[in-house]
């Protein structure tokens, strides 16, 4: 499957975001998603994910309350809501996928950057 993101941008702290990611492919439902981030000279982390089964979800702790993941099989999309950004949420963040019951993400987006100003 190839994932497209995009919706980053820049925002001011306290604003929000909705990101997006488009899959190839029609058996979008069949695949567990993420949503994953990396900061400037940080390690990648992970944010979020959701189920193939749409009430499967989790957080981050540093993000919980604040972000919602959430998908629409029907358009092959996934999205990610983020109200409240803070400056620390600066990063590019990018979507996965595994497939199946798989928890390795084999397949990854470009990467969208959101920059939150303080």
């Known amino acids: 499957v190839q994932l497209q993101a995009f919706g980053g941008g820049l925002v001011q702290a306290g604003g929000s975001l909705r990101l997006s990611c488009a899959a190839s492919e029609r058996t979008f439902s069949e695949y567990r998603m993420a949503w994953f981030r990396q900061a400037p000279g940080k390690e990648r982390q992970f944010v979020a994910f959701i189920g193939r089964n749409i009430g499967i979800t989790a957080y981050a702790d540093s993000v919980k309350g604040r972000f919602t993941i959430s998908r629409d099989n029907a358009k092959n999309t996934m999205y990610l809501q983020m109200n409240l950004l803070k400056s620390e949420d600066t990063a590019i963040y990018y979507c996965?996928?595994?497939?199946?019951?798989?928890?390795?993400?084999?397949?990854w987006g470009q990467g969208t950057e959101v920059t939150v100003s303080s």
């Open positions: 996965a996928a595994a497939w199946g019951t798989s928890w390795k993400y084999d397949y």
